[in-house]
Structure formats: C-alpha cells, structure tokens
C-alpha cells in the first residue's frame, strides 16, 4: 500500500511538472527549498508554512529522485517553487544527499534548510507525541537522537540556512517561514528576542548577546515594588529616575540598531538578547520592555520574554 501512495503522488507530481513552457527554451528556472535536520525539530510544521506560501510541497521524497524532480520543476509552466523535506527515514540512501544537492543546484536555484533543537527539547516532544524515533525502537529516543546528530553532521555543515527551533512554538515557527521566505523586499527579515532574567537562575543557553544590568539600583529593596515586576509603571519610573537608566537604553538601543543589519548581512535569521539582573523580576524586564519598544520602532520584528519573572 505505502509503495502504490508513493507511486501515485510521484505520478501525480510528475504529471502537473513535466508541462513546458515554450519561453524557457531549454533553460531551467524556479526554485527548490530542501528541508532537513533532527527528528522532531518540526519539518512538518516548516513544509506545512511552505505549502501555505504557495509553494508545491513533498514530504519524503526518495534522495535518488530529487534531480528528476528538479529538473521537472525547473521546465515547468506552472510551478515556481518548490520545497521537499528528506531526513533519516531515507536510512542509508541519505548519505547521498550531499553530492546530489550539490549536482542539483547546477539544474535550478537550491536552498537547504537544516532544522535542529536543543536535546532536552526533543525529547519533551517526543515524550508529548508518544512517537518512536525514526531509526528504531530498539534503542532510547536519546541515543537515538545522538546517532542521528552524527549522521547529519555532514548535511549540517553545508546548509545555506541552519534554524534552531528550541525557542518557537508551532505558531512562531510557521510566522519565522513566512517572513523568510514570502515574497516581498528582503531587509529586515530577522526575529530580535529580548530576553530578562536572573543571574541567580543562571544565563540563557541560547542567548546570543548578554547585558546585565545589577549596576542599576534594585527595588528588590523598595518594601513596594519587591512583590511587583518591571512591567509595573510605578517600578519602571523608579528605574527610570536615575540617570544612568536612560544613558544605558540609549547606548545599547545605538549598538544595536548598528548591529542587526551587518548580522542580517551574514545570514542570521533571529537574535536572542539578554538582560540579566538578579533575579530577574525588576531590572532586566523593565530593560528588555525599553529596548524591545526602541527595536520595534525602527521596523524589526520583536518577540519579548520575561524568563524569571513572576507573571
């Protein structure tokens, strides 16, 4: 049966490709998005964001048949774009991918996108689904997760586009999609995420810059505000009384605006800013909301999390 569905969605995708189109004469165009990367890390979630950009999506394609699906793409009249996903389910057959990707991107214009996420997060969901691993149930999910990091450590390092899915939900996910790969003016495709927290806690491990901010005066000592958080207005004004508060938003909102379009200009599609007080209750979230607000008004994309603060 699983042969006779794979038989016909092949004929199918090949019926709606192979129709030419007089103006290419003979010279291929389009486009091809392979998806990759770990068990779990939400390819399907990432081909079902692709499908909703119009794309023409496969799931699981066989490795050998990608330069014939290129190739059918590339002469079609009717299809532009194209995304696939191929992962370990193609077992030994994956070790191929390289060398194939590589021969396709002479066919038609080829991005990979590898996606992966922290071990402890694959494993929650994993243990959410209640599925098996891909390669088996003879071994744990986490030795099986370790041996399919080793088999895709090749296919990793030539991805044009690497995304750790770790810090999104499904809805931030398929947002993250849409803005990468929508058609419009490229510019400020890149997801900033202003992050509080506390020292005491420890920093975030995904955290790409850090800040900390205990050199400004805590109300963890104010009786008032010690149950409160930054979001309060009257804690915010107390922070904001002092003048090195503002001098600090200022400089760091400077170096950021500078920053983000040379990080933007290397390829990176999100930035995870962190503020550190404490605990991770007043000063930072007060930051974080500041600088968030100045990001948001020169057009970034901003996602703001409070860690450690108490909601």
Not at 169 to 186: A, G
Not at 283 to 295: C, F, G, N, T, Y
């Amino acid at each position: 049966m699983a042969l006779r569905r794979l038989a016909s969605k092949l004929n199918s995708a090949t019926r709606k490709l192979a129709s030419k189109d007089p103006k290419h004469d003979g010279r291929p165009s389009g486009e091809l998005v392979v998806i990759t990367g770990m068990s779990g890390s939400g390819k399907a979630s990432v081909l079902k964001a692709f499908e909703d950009l119009g794309y023409y999506c496969v799931d699981n394609l066989p490795v050998g048949l990608i330069p014939h699906f290129a190739e059918l793409v590339g002469r079609s009249a009717e299809i532009e774009r194209t995304a696939l996903v191929v992962d370990v389910r193609e077992g030994r057959q994956l070790e191929e991918l390289p060398r194939i990707i590589h021969s396709v991107k002479k066919i038609i214009s080829t991005r990979m996108i590898f996606l992966e996420a922290a071990d402890s997060v694959l494993l929650r969901r994993y243990s959410e689904t209640r599925r098996p691993h891909p390669l088996g149930t003879h071994n744990t999910v986490k030795s099986s997760l370790a041996a399919e990091r080793r088999h895709l450590r090749q296919i990793r390092g030539m991805a044009d586009l690497v995304i750790d899915t770790s810090k999104f939900n499904v809805h931030e996910l398929r947002s993250h999609i849409i803005e990468l790969f929508q058609k419009k003016e490229k510019g400020r495709n890149i997801l900033v995420s202003c992050v509080s927290f506390g020292f005491k806690h420890g920093v975030p491990d995904d955290a790409d810059l850090v800040f900390d901010v205990r050199f400004l005066p805590n109300p963890h000592f104010v009786p008032e505000f010690r149950p409160l958080t930054g979001r309060d207005p009257k804690v915010a004004k107390y922070i904001r009384s002092f003048p090195q508060t503002a001098e600090f938003i200022q400089r760091i909102s400077e170096l950021l605006i500078y920053l983000l379009p040379h990080y933007i200009r290397e390829g990176k599609s999100y930035l995870t800013i962190a503020f550190g007080c404490t605990g991770g209750q007043h000063r930072s979230v007060m930051i974080a909301e500041d600088v968030a607000k100045r990001l948001k008004k020169t057009g970034y994309r901003i996602k703001v999390t409070h860690r450690d603060s108490p909601k």
